[in-house]
């Protein structure tokens, strides 16, 4: 089968919520993306013959939002457009999508990407409110209206917040950073631990600023277009372990650990990557940044979301015929510090490889290797997005250091675990 | 005159057909309206007929008004009334069948041709971008003389029926159908079956009258169904004409005043007034200049040199805009409204987001203006892309310069801009003076480069300026022309030299200006004389307006150019050198604050102002004016522009130039070519300057006898 090429990829700067993107939609963050890494890679973009987008929190007035983007964008109408939903692995299930698409002959050149406007989640109306108002609507006289507005409570003014429901996983009941919670209590996970984790993130992004940039376009955000966003706004230079230690938990008020400051930010952004067959990468002379090499989804206990990579890495290893030890870069998101310490800390373990039958394919993940710029607490974590963006990131970070081969995974709300090797 | 009116029956429908062979669209001429009405008594005649259908052989369009060579024509109010009366009676006739008639538009339906809508019982248009119903009479300085000004209140109420009269505004199908003007919207594609549907309807009087039951709602309808809403309709309608015509327009007041008396009026004494009216304005020297105007910008609409008449324009999909200023920010906001893709560069990000919120803020206007939904004007400023660097501009078609007005930069930028786009890329430069030649050194392709020269504010002015250098193509000429059109613009095609055409007449205008003032005219007197003549704001208002720095950078071009008739006045240079340019200064011959202006004292104490006599505003006025006909003279002189029209063109549409004195070289031409000449010498002689010699191309004017409108004037 022939070889699936990452031709190229761009992506906005990452904004913390309520920051620099605030009033744009994510249709209108993907399309910069988008016509950007057009401009750029100077190709034509009546060559794409399709348009995947990942997006989790789809707005209600961009109804699949990856047609919307391809229109916005400027890509000629016939291009058709479908948007996947794979909750935080959305913007890796694009690119896979797209993958399996061009496998299969259905397509040659497919633009792929994800987009998350994390600002822009909708308030909701109670059930009670929805009722009178849709009542309201509907009475034709005085009288029936009089009735309608007569059951109108207070409490029922009460917004549902479209964004806390998100994080919410309504199997169990729990919210995502429970979930660590969890995981923190099983793995015995110290606050101290989550917090260095958390302070090395921001380190290695402050550090990695400029590298970043390569991956970026400076924007202009609308609808002010005050001044440039250059670069990701949710790095923190100055971060110190006192302040980091200051902060109190916010999903075990007593015995937590996770806090906002070990947890990945809320966040904007968007991501567009150009997925080609490797024989019509040659055909449009574009050189490739490197090649999808393997891929795998498991799903796990969804109060354990965050367990998710210890899982999909072995069986990724196991797919593509390697072992921890072939990789030469990592990328494991950071939703939460804690998940991602759990992971390791199931990953090293000879009994969890027992338990599961990864024996022999997993060991002690090097440090050094494991998200060199920095991950989601420092840079944010536009759900929809990040997929997109851990794909872009490390095979930037390979051209840049001649590597191989690199992994990348993430856990994902609902308890699923996404994973994917590249090569080069 | 051929048949141009056919009639034919189909069972009990009966069809008029306006179709003349012979032109592009249906005009009422007196002699097709003499066939129309014949055709009319003979449906009339007709037991079997049960339905009448109006309608039109030709494509987009329904009928395009009355005949405008026709309305020329007309030299004595009486006759100009009989011509009305002549086509109301026939409105009459159709008016008073006592069958259903039905009105089918598809297309223009303006002046005459609404008129005639308005007489029939029903108007049904279709969904066609090309529907256009109006009655823009008031625009070539008359009124509805077919029972427009009658009809048209009692179908839409006296508030709507002033807004469109006066405002001689023409509106869209949907629009139409929305206030009430049409009855219904049928699909172009089966127009015959819907008109079928629609007859069967209407041919059932309690269908009908279910169906087509008007009525007005809320504060629209209380002004028009109550005496004290029209005082107040009539009042503030009034205020609005006086305020925008400067008292310059009959017609519009005319209009005003004659629908105040008619339509409360029966229809006999309502129409016997509107053709009254209509004879007045129709003989009157405003109308006959307007409609001058009207031929003169048709004519440059559409024209073309003929060698571009075989050459396919280049259909411009990506443009670039180098500089993301004021101008940069207006062409980067037209071009994407008129849907191309941008790439705007510059030199840093805050320039970018400036350019940004220039266009952004055009688009918002239209937003709460209704023009426009939220989501389109997000759409568009997509099409907007910036960069500090090149990227993007490989696959432009062309590129548009408007960077800093300095030869150095400009050349400089343009062969870094050379290197980065494709070998046949237009370019194009929007300076406002400097030479193009000169520019073209530093280009690649000097035969794909000109001069682009828009106007401030760029979505507002309807002119751009072309300007061609020596080596500029005609390819290059014809795709200029068609870019300037495709955004909704009229183009005039220059030749380079100093200051082109428009800023060379205007400078030797303001010019004049600081030297009545350095000889003790006060600021607001000079204003003064000028908006008194009917344009929008007097030179030194103007010149705040463009700031002076501006201005006198393009005099020193045209002084060094042209000679030293363009040398600055004195005054300009010390107002200069005090920094007092004008708005973006705060204070320039005006002092700026918000809520007004007042001439500024600095400047006054420093040219000895004295009060001047009203007796001499003639004279001073026709200095102001006389330099601008003799600089138009000599553009003439030097081939700048092949012919008068072009400059008169330039002027109405660049300059505000008032469109009832039908131009600068019409004026001209009404004033006498002698009498020019002879102020032109006076002037010389009593101010011992050159700048007043009268052109050699006046002094053959004058010894052939002739205008600079061969002499028809």
Redesign the interface.
Known sequence: MERIAIVAGLRTPFCKMGSAFKDM?AQ?LA??SV??LL??S?V?AKHIDEVIFGNVGQPS?AANIARVIA????LPFTTPAFTVNRNCASGIESVVTAALKIQSGEAQFILAGGTESMSNYPFLFTRQLQDILSDLNRAKDFVSKLKAIVRLRPSYYAPRIGLQMGLTDPSCGLNMGQTAEVLAKEFGITRQEQDDFALLSHHKAAAARDILKEEMI?L?P???????V?SDNGVREQQTREALAKLKPIFDKYSGTVTAGNSSQVTDGAVAIFVMSESRAKQLNCKPLGYLKAFTVVGVEPARMGIGPAHAIPRVLKKAKMTLKDIQAIEINEAFAVQVLACLKAMESNQFAADFGYSGLLGNVDRALLNVNGGAIALGHPVGATGSRLILTMLKHMNRNQLSTGLVSLCIGGGQGAAVILER | MGKAVFYHLDQDVATIEFNDPQAKVNVLTADVLRQFNAFVTQAQNDAKVKVLIIRSGKKDVFIAGADIKEIEGINTTDIGMRKAQYGQNIFNHLEDLNIPTVAVIDGVALGGGCELALACKYRIATFNEKVKIGLPEVNLGILPGFGGTYRLPHLLGITQALTIILGAKVVSGGDALKMGLIDRLLPQVNLDEGLCDFVNQIKDSAQRKALFHRRSKGLKSFMDNNPIGHVLVFEQAARNVRQKTKGFYPSPLKVLELMKETFMAPREKALELEAKAFGHLVVGDVCKNLIKVFYLTEHYRKWMPPQCADLTPRVIQKCGVLGAGVMGGGIAQILSYYDMNVRVKDINFDALAKGLQAAAKIFNQMVQRKKMKPSQATAKMLKIGTTLDYTGFADCDCVIEAVVENMEVKKKVFAQCSQNVAKDALLFTNTSALSVNEMAQAVNNPSRFMGFHFFNPVHRMPLVELITGKETSWQTIADALALVRRMGKTPILVKDSPGFLINRILLAYINEAGFLLQEGVPVSVIDQLMTDFGMPVGPLALSDEVGLDVGIKVLYILQQGLGERFKPAEIFVKVFERKLLGKKSGSGFYVHRTGGRSPNKVIESLCAIKPVAAQQYKELRDRLLLVMINEAARCLEDKIVDQPGTIDVGMILGTGFPPFHAGLLHYADQYGISNIIDALNFFKERLGVDRFTPADYLKNLHLQKTGFYSGKN
């Open positions: 939609s209108e399309a910069y016509r950007e401009q750029r100077g034509d007035d229109v916005l964008s400027g400076p202009i609308s609808p002010k277009y005050k001044a440039a250059e």
